[in-house]
């Protein structure tokens, strides 16, 4: 950057000085809001958001879809849902994604459903696959219960009663109490809520790759 002062008066009391205090902290705002704009974590939760409304129904029928891009109607679907749908919008399909390192690596994921082979059509839509696929791809983070660890678009998992796993997309927004809000599809669509803390958490996830970081930056104003 120029040196301002070289070119304006900046004596104390001069509208040069005020000039360059206004370019400055023009400057430091430009500063300050571009890593906002740029925040992979919220251009995900922003995409969640959207989702809210839309998906009202939990469904969790076996459905053939589609490849790469499938997906079942809008108005229905399962917590692993709302992350698929999520990330596409910041251009990264799991169902190729988690395919794809299934068939270069099917050993590394669990043996929960007794297939000979990856299936498209259900397996990024199975918790378990997700977390494994986080794991691999992203940085899987500590569990723990303390609030402040969870950062804006980083998923969690849990195990819910009888055993069953969930998903949600950490939240920009807090509860009265401090406690990060999740956005997820837990049986009545997708609904933003404080279920943080409710259930025994199994897994911590950030995936930020450098596509979605392209995307995000273009999707933000």
């Known amino acids: 950057m120029r040196n301002l002062s070289a070119s304006v008066d900046t004596k104390p009391g001069s509208p040069g000085l005020f000039a360059v205090r206004w370019a400055f902290a023009l400057l430091l705002l ?3 809001a ?10 995900l939760v922003e995409a969640a958001r959207k989702q809210i409304g839309v998906t009202q129904l939990y469904d969790s029928r076996y459905v053939k879809l589609a490849y790469p891009g499938g997906d079942v109607p809008p108005e229905r679907g399962v917590c692993t849902d709302v992350i698929v749908r999520a990330y ?6 799991l169902q190729r994604l988690v395919h794809e390192d299934m068939r270069r690596d099917g050993s590394a994921y669990p043996k929960l459903w007794g297939l000979k082979r990856p299936d498209p059509n259900i397996d990024h839509r199975r918790v378990p696959n997700l977390a494994r696929f986080f794991t691999r791809q992203g940085q899987s983070m500590p569990a723990g219960t303390e609030p402040d660890a969870y950062l804006p678009g980083d998923l969690v998992t849990w195990r819910l009663p009888a055993g069953i796993p969930h998903i ?13 809000l999740v956005i997820h599809n837990i049986g009545s669509g997708a609904v ?6 409710a259930f025994p958490i199994t897994g911590h996830y950030r995936y930020f790759p450098e596509l979605s970081n392209a995307a995000c930056k273009t999707a933000r104003p």
């Open 168 to 180: 949600g997309i950490v939240s920009d927004r807090r509860s009265e109490t401090g406690t990060p």
């Open 88 to 93: 596409r919008q910041l251009g990264l399909d």
């Open 30 to 32: 430009a500063a300050l």
């Open 34 to 43: 571009a890593p906002a704009r740029g925040q992979p974590g919220l251009c």
């Open 192 to 197: 933003e809520d404080n279920i943080l803390l």
